[in-house]
């Protein structure tokens, strides 16, 4: 599917509807990851353990 659309959009055919359906796949993909990998999070990770990251996070990379 996201081969085909990117083939729609490199032939300039379609290119708004192309670029349109294939933002909508990769935001569908993402909201999938994020329910699935936020979970997975919850399930494994403390309270202390989201403390840490949210600090860690918040770091300067200096």
Known sequence: MIVSLVQRIESQEET????????SL???????????????????LSPADFLLLEQLLQ????
């Open 16 to 23: 708004e509807s192309a670029l349109h359906d294939l933002g």
């Open 26 to 44: 990769l935001e569908s993909h993402i909201r999938k990851e994020e329910r699935e990998l936020f979970q997975q999070m919850q399930d494994k």
């Open 59 to 62: 770091q300067d990379p200096k």
